[in-house]
């Protein structure tokens, strides 16, 4: 039902960007592959873990005796008793950012934040037993929103942040100030010669909602060390996390994370799931196992930033984008984590994807509120950037009567567009995007009355170049190890968690070997054998650990050409390459061997050890963001019913450029994925908090897209080639996250002249703007 | 968590009303138990005993008769009345609800019945089942009895029966001439629970004028409730457009939604005002063309 | 508490339980016997993650008690598989890309199974309906749904064992 149509189709390759199967499915399609969800160990216990009712409050006393006498109890641990205290988080290089004990010693500051935890033999009795743990609290007076946060008198959260803010972050170039001068001047006509527009917005959080919930066993072993099964995005970090918070060495602790249910940016900080298991079960020298049950996962595991953005752009009368001007409150909620992050790239994005001829300025305040801690989600904090300025920018359109294509298009980045002092774009495919939005709309002729279009333009980051987390290491690593029968081991760091990594690094391996991607099995999600790498976050995968993985093949194809070079014969000027399991020479393809072959004679020729070869890559001076950037425009038709305003998404299509495609299936289900949570997060999932308390916590209340929701999402593909990724890669994970709820946004405005100003856009807020909207215009007669 | 119960498995119906009244208020009846076994995990209740009536297959039926009408067993399930012809010819409002109600999966294997039984004013069948003119028979080991289903439901999840009786039967009447039912939720999701639901039931008379109406209104009060006021704009009316808005304007002023995270009281209030219009012309359309 | 000596059917193999009454049948499944595909996701019977079938019939299997399973054949996605060959439903996921983390994947597997066996040719809007009760956050849907569509239309065709 979906169309797919490819412009400027690159040359064919073996395997990339060929219909290849996803690397782990049989596992998946047969219910084989385990997840952390499903691990069982000998002698495992089941945690539990007890949470504060309270949004602010100090911990005076804990008293757990009697849970431990409870039959079937092993253990009961808290943070003052039973844990170093050590504040940790994501954000590893600031340490005034790591402000969070995961089972904290003081003070709580969100309700649900973990307070203790039991181990116990079964999980009925471990939650029984929770009921028998003493807590004696103080409450303190909470506050929950960012614009009451930063108030003089209002409750401080963390010592040392005043005004309870947390992070800001200021993002300039150009000078904005004479862009605005420059739209202010009088045109000697009794007007101005451009054009200026501010506006308020606010934007939602949102939750996950992984399938699997967060989930951890955690084994402590006599000998000081720790194996951990987590549910993550990165083993790497919480290796290094958990090595931080428990004293350990970081070779002391394993960490297993297999088949992982989903990640969407929120499981690459610690939980309590992983903290208080690995406590407990140090505790009792078993292992141990907590599973969140759905309405935990939903209470107290970070969400999606709420922001309050303010957005004053200038453009001339003919539309072009002289400055931009934003300030953004976020809402950071109790903690840091990777919500520093969010605040940074929102306000990068919320420039993307134009050229701002005169300047561009950003000021982001992140605030402490008593609410659950906001962190990275699908977008990164650009989903709420384009909210703002993707509408925005076709009101301005509109108020000046040009066409929001057009207008948009002229101001676009090209490729060798300079962001400065930020970001150098070295590929870019927008341009052609507009053509494929442009023809999209008029093949859809005339609409019915119920339905509009509303089209949002965006770019997006193939991973991050700042080292927050502070690694030694290189950012992506590889190990590729040819055995003799000419199947290859391919061990890497990244993180599969359903986008399709290992397969994308299978592909890009087989690709650059010259062999199949049934030759390659995949290792990763264990740091005893797989390399250091920053997992699964900011779309970096494919491009950063699969430049590692290419330059790990074709260093250990070198080392088998070198064989085959030796016993060839040819003349210098001649070069061997290998396709099909076939090397061969390039000029005189007939003129060859079969790859096994060449395989067994290089293991001899290496006193039988095995060809390996290392691959890695860390971005250097590429900017302030990331090595290379998506692009992309959607366009979303929407019917809504006038008198309820509900919303229902008809039909989409999406052109998009992420240089040169790999994972062909991979990339049809990342687009189409990311549209479903995109669209959620514009018209559905709302989640209404009060006093610090959320109220929807469990599926039936919190609203997301099902299949019959889901509209097609056509895809027309842009093939562009970008120098820094790999065969040309860029992301194709996240950046698909940004545009829907503006188009959504769009579409309403298209067709009801109303301006949505909070996402998500629900039915009621429909109703209310139309109402507003037929008041006012019946004022203006 | 589920706290630990006695589990009884009764042979026969007969058998399930003896252990019923034997054990009263500290036992529940489990069925599909689709709506029991959350409210039993998140604690709200904790019966010490519980009858498992679900493989009891004498009483999993689905008749109907010219004389009678519609009779669904205790034990029959949603699945079986969506997926049934004849109901889909004679009552295909039924139909049209279930495909909605739920999933797939909860549909195959939760009842009728026990929907009703459960009491939920966001449920689905009753406003339908209330429109139709329908009533549940009660057994007890006192014997039968039959209550219209508009005098079911006295409070908020609360029904007429007492401690000793289960629903036994779900009876919907023939159809009149002329009459149709059309019923809609209103929800964000396709098969969602509605923030509010109408069902409405219209009659003609030959000449075209509203003989009989019921408009029903779910989740718009503490119970489902009939809107009077509603159905007296609708009877003895020629109707049209004008009509339906006032039939709607009357059912949002007598019902009493709550404000809660989905919708204010008010929203609530002009969503029955529309839907109530929207079914009430639906229903009367097919009433026009109905045998 | 008492608990019962139950038999349960699942995949064509009888397994004896000792069970307290009130285990839910995906504990049964996952606990008891072990067969870890079938997933839990939510507390309030919405996620679909659970999905198994029964006597054809595809069920939660968090809202049915594992007792009242007794004497039904049960079906998980371990279960449709014959001797190491893939069911076409199977086959078409692989083929479409149907499933990323796979965590709803079993559920979804299933109430596809079950309702290609009870709607011939059915329209896309009745296949987007049949999976209604199964979340997933991963793929949007649309995949799936072309992978129940290819085996509605007969592309693949049971390998004959």
């Given amino acids: 039902m979906n169309k797919y149509t490819v412009i400027n189709p690159h040359e064919p390759f073996r395997v990339l960007n060929t219909h290849v199967h996803n690397v782990d499915g049989w596992a998946k399609v047969t219910g084989r592959a385990t997840y952390t969800f499903d691990v069982k160990l000998p002698g495992m216990l089941y945690g539990k873990i007890l949470r504060s009712p309270h949004a602010h409050a100090i911990i005076k006393n804990i008293d757990y005796s009697k849970a431990l006498e409870m039959p079937g109890v092993k253990a009961a641990v808290c943070g003052k008793l039973d844990t170093l205290g050590i504040k940790q988080g994501i954000w590893r290089r600031y340490k005034d950012l790591c402000d969070e004990q995961i089972l904290p010693v003081d003070k709580v500051r969100y309700i649900g934040e973990p307070v203790a935890a039991v181990a116990a033999v079964t999980e009925e009795i471990a939650e029984k037993a929770l009921e028998l743990i003493e807590v004696d609290y103080e409450v303190l007076p909470g506050v929950f929103e960012p614009l009451d946060a930063i108030k003089k008198d209002a409750p401080q959260l963390h010592e040392g942040f005043e005004r309870n803010i947390n992070v800001t972050r200021h993002i300039e170039w150009g000078d904005a100030d004479e862009g605005f001068e420059e739209a202010d001047e009088d045109d000697g006509k009794g007007g101005k010669k451009g054009y200026i527009r501010e506006d308020w917005f606010r934007c939602g959080g949102q939750a996950h909602m992984c399938m699997e919930t967060r989930c951890a066993v955690s084994s402590y072993t006599p000998d000081n060390k720790l194996t951990i099964y987590h549910s993550n995005q990165g083993c790497y970090y919480m290796q290094g996390l958990m090595a931080g918070v428990l004293g350990m060495r970081e070779g002391d602790i394993r960490v297993i994370g297999a088949y992982t249910g989903g990640g969407f940016g929120g499981k690459f900080e610690l939980d309590g799931a992983i903290f208080c298991s690995a406590v407990l079960s140090k505790k009792c020298m078993k292992p141990v196992k907590i599973v969140y049950t759905r309405e935990e996962d939903f209470i107290a595991t970070k969400r999606r930033t709420p922001m309050f953005y303010y957005t004053r752009t200038a453009v001339t009368r003919d539309g072009t984008f002289l400055a931009r001007e934003a300030k953004v409150f976020t809402n950071g909620g109790a903690y840091t984590g990777m919500g520093a992050t969010a605040l940074y790239l929102t306000g990068f994005f919320h420039s993307f994807p134009y050229e701002w001829k005169k300047g561009y300025r950003y000021d982001g305040y992140r605030v402490y509120t008593n609410t659950l801690p906001s962190t990275s989600m699908r977008g990164f904090g650009a989903p709420q950037a384009m909210w703002c300025s993707e509408q925005q920018i076709e009101w301005i359109a509109a108020d000046l009567g040009l066409d929001p294509i057009e207008m948009r298009r002229k101001n676009s980045h090209k490729e060798g567009t300079i962001l400065p002092g930020q970001a150098t774009i070295a590929s870019c495919g927008i341009d052609q995007c507009y053509d494929e939005i442009t023809k999209w709309i008029k093949s859809k002729g005339k609409l019915p009355a119920n339905r509009s279009i509303g089209i949002s333009a965006c770019g997006f980051m193939s991973g991050g170049i700042f080292n927050w987390f502070d690694s030694p290491y290189s950012f992506s690593s590889a190990v590729v190890t040819i055995n003799q029968d000419g199947t290859v081991e391919l061990h890497i760091g990244a993180h599969d968690i359903g986008q399709g990594s290992n397969t994308t690094m299978a592909i890009i391996c087989a690709e650059t070997l010259g062999v199949r991607v049934e030759d390659i099995k995949v290792h990763s999600g264990d740091t005893d054998h797989c390399p250091p790498d920053l997992g699964a976050w900011g779309s970096r995968q494919t491009l950063m650990t699969g430049n590692a993985t290419k330059m790990a093949a074709e260093n250990a194809k070198k080392q088998l050409l070198e064989f085959a070079y030796a016993q060839s014969g040819l003349n210098i000027v001649y070069d061997l390459d290998i396709k099909d399991r076939w090397v061969h020479a390039i000029a005189r393809p007939e003129r060859g061997e079969d790859f096994g072959q060449l395989v067994k004679k290089a293991l001899r020729g290496k006193d039988g050890q095995k060809i390996i070869g290392r691959g890695y890559y860390t971005p250097h001076r590429k900017g302030m963001i990331s090595p290379a950037y998506s692009y992309m425009l959607q366009g979303v038709e929407v019917e809504v019913d006038e008198e309820t305003g509900k919303i229902s998404l008809i039909d989409s299509m999406t052109a998009h450029d992420c240089g040169q495609p790999i994972n062909h299936l991979g990339l049809i289900g990342q687009l189409e994925g990311a549209f479903s949570m995109a669209a959620g997060y514009g018209y559905l999932e709302y989640m209404p908090y009060e006093d610090g308390k959320l109220m929807n916590p469990n599926l039936v209340d919190y609203k997301m897209i099902r299949a019959p929701e889901m509209p097609p999402a056509n895809i027309a593909e842009i093939d562009t080639y970008e120098p820094e990724g790999p065969y040309g890669a860029k992301e194709a994970g996240e950046g698909l996250t940004n545009p829907t709820a503006a188009a959504i946004g769009n579409a309403l405005f298209h067709r009801f002249g109303i301006q949505m100003k909070e996402c998500p856009v629900r039915p009621h807020m429909v109703v209310d703007a139309l109402r507003e909207k037929k008041e006012k215009d019946a004022e203006k007669k | 968590m589920i706290s630990d119960f006695k589990y009884l498995k009764p042979g026969s119906v007969k058998e399930a009303l003896e252990m019923l009244a034997e054990h009263q208020d500290d036992c529940k009846i489990i069925c599909g138990g689709q709506s029991l076994l959350v409210i039993m995990r998140q604690g709200l209740i904790s019966p010490e005993y519980l009858i498992d009536i679900k493989g009891l297959n004498d009483a999993n039926y689905l008749t109907y008769d010219a004389k009678d009408g519609l009779k669904i067993g205790a034990t029959c399930t949603h699945r079986t009345v969506e997926k049934s012809a004849q109901v889909l010819e004679k009552y295909p409002v039924l139909v049209e609800m279930e495909r909605k109600l739920a999933s797939i999966q909860v549909r195959n294997w939760g009842t009728v019945a026990g929907n009703l039984a459960h009491g939920d004013p966001a449920g689905d069948p009753a406003p339908v089942l209330i429109a139709m003119n329908g009533a549940v028979k009660l057994g007890s080991t006192k014997g039968e009895r039959v209550v219209p289903l508009d005098q079911f439901y006295p409070d908020l999840f609360e029904t007429a029966m007492d401690h000793d009786e289960i629903i036994v039967e779900v009876l919907v009447p023939p159809s009149p001439a002329k009459t149709a039912t059309k019923y809609q939720k209103f929800n964000l999701l396709d098969s969602d629970m509605g923030l509010i639901g109408v069902a409405v039931s219209v009659t003609l008379n030959g000449g075209g004028v509203c003989k009989d109406a019921r408009v029903v209104l779910g989740s718009a009060a503490p119970t489902v409730i009939r809107s009077s006021e509603a159905e007296k704009t609708l009877i003895g009316a020629r109707l049209d457009d004008a009509v339906f808005e006032k039939a709607g304007e009357a059912a949002a002023s007598e019902c009493s939604p709550v404000s809660d995270i989905h919708a204010s009281e008010e929203y609530r209030r002009h969503l029955v005002r529309v839907l109530t219009k929207r079914m009430a012309k639906a229903a009367w359309e097919q009433a026009k063309i109905s045998g | ?161």
């Fill in chain 3, 1 to 161: 508490m008492e608990k019962r000596l139950i038999t349960l059917n699942v995949n064509d193999q009888d397994y004896e339980l000792y069970i307290n009454p009130k285990t839910l049948l995906v504990e049964a499944i996952r606990d008891h016997i072990e067969l870890t595909g079938t997933k839990r996701g939510c507390d309030t019977v919405s996620c679909g993650a659970c999905t198994v079938m029964v006597d054809g019939m595809a069920v939660k299997g968090c809202s049915v008690l594992a007792v009242q399973a007794e004497g039904t054949k049960i079906v998980t996605a371990e279960g449709l598989e014959t001797n190491g060959k893939l069911h076409p439903i199977q086959k078409a996921f692989l083929d479409e890309g149907a499933f990323q983390c796979g965590f709803c994947t079993s559920g979804m597997l299933m109430s596809a199974v079950a309702f290609l066996n009870e709607t011939k040719n059915p329209t896309e809007k009745q296949i987007r309906d049949g999976i209604e009760g199964n979340i997933c956050r991963c793929t949007g849907y649309n995949s799936i749904v072309r992978a129940i569509e290819a085996v509605a239309k007969g592309k693949y065709t049971e390998d004959k064992a």
